[in-house]
């Protein structure tokens, strides 16, 4: 057999991992403990800096959102109301702050010289997005009904909804499609100078622009959407996109389940097309690839985190290319 090219065609890449990267299910949620699991996490990007790879970092939010939210909830009549959109703007820093310093120690202790830089970013939506009128993205806590429409007005919360086969409510939001990193030339400038940049964790603070102006909105933006934009932005040939199995299945959890390994842009779309990959999971990382790819991107490469060097050295992971 022909041995695996183990060259880099990727110089320039985006790697987005998520947020149970950080808030790790077997161990309690404290900010010692994300410290640690943060720190751990970040082995196979250290190893793609070794490698000569410029970065740019983006980060989900899902467990950390609903602790977010769940603070502003017990703190109503003691303390302003802060909307979603601050708390992203919020969780943004503060988890930017988390990888940023886990990195640049790791760095340090491999004797490797670059600047790591967190930049808390925006991402445009259109106001007239049809997910405003038909929000579907569940986040924070469960509730019985009656407890949820009681939040829904001492909130604000534009709605609250059943969540899906179950008989307990969740505060609902809208999930915009991104059309733009606002920052997005400045996150080009820095990585193609060789600075490693976080940006638009947990898919960014969503913003309109409204007669001129950003205006934020209560929305939450899907983290690898996000990603694919900001690889396009930054001229990204990679799209690492790292979760929780080392590839991506066809007829998952079932008999007949098939790993791909190398797989075109136009095997992907009609796998998706067939419904091999299901909204709540899998189904976001595929349109992000494929958008990505359509936008002129090289490679996606989806994988797990502990795979996730050895998948851009060509043994592991899922490969998608053009």
Avoid at 151 to 175: C, I, K, T
Avoid at 264 to 291: R, V, W
Wanted: with cysteine.
């Amino acid at each position: 057999m022909p041995k695996k090219d183990k060259t880099n065609a990727a110089k320039r890449a985006v790697i987005a991992f998520g947020g149970n990267a950080i808030s790790n299910r077997d161990k309690e949620d404290t900010i010692p403990n994300q410290f640690v699991n943060t720190y751990n996490s970040l082995a196979p990007i250290v190893e793609l800096i070794k490698n000569g790879y410029q970065l740019a970092l983006t980060h989900g939010n899902g467990p950390q959102v609903g602790n977010a939210l769940l603070r502003v909830e017990l703190a109503r009549g003691k303390a302003p109301i802060l909307p979603l959109y601050i708390c992203d703007a919020d969780l943004q820093g503060g988890m930017g702050y988390m990888i940023a310093q886990c990195l640049q120690n790791r760095l340090k202790a491999e004797g490797i010289e670059r600047d790591v830089v967190t930049l808390v970013s925006q991402v445009l939506v259109d106001e007239n997005d049809p997910a405003f009128k038909n929000p579907t993205k569940f986040i924070g806590q469960f509730y019985d009904k009656e407890k949820a429409e009681k939040l829904q007005v001492e909130m604000g919360w534009g709605a609250v909804a059943q969540f899906p086969n179950d008989d307990r409510w969740r505060h609902v939001v809208p999930s915009p499609t991104p059309i733009a990193l606002v920052e997005g030339a400045t996150v080009k400038k820095l990585v193609h100078g060789g600075t490693i940049v976080i940006a638009a964790g947990g898919g960014g603070i969503p913003v309109i622009r409204k007669e001129g102006r950003l205006m934020g909105v209560d929305a939450v933006i899907d983290k690898d959407f996000a990603a694919a934009v900001m690889a396009r932005e930054i001229e990204a040939e990679l799209l690492l996109i790292l979760t929780e199995v080392e590839q991506v299945s066809l007829n998952f959890g079932k008999p007949d389940q098939t790993e791909l390994g190398d797989v075109t842009l136009s095997d992907i779309k009609k796998y998706f097309t067939e419904g091999h990959f299901p909204p709540g999971s899998m189904g976001p990382k595929i349109q992000a690839a494929i958008k990505f790819l359509e936008n002129g991107g090289k490679k996606v490469i989806i994988t797990s985190l502990e795979k996730g060097f050895e998948a851009v050295m060509g043994d592991a992971g899922t490969r998608i290319t053009r």
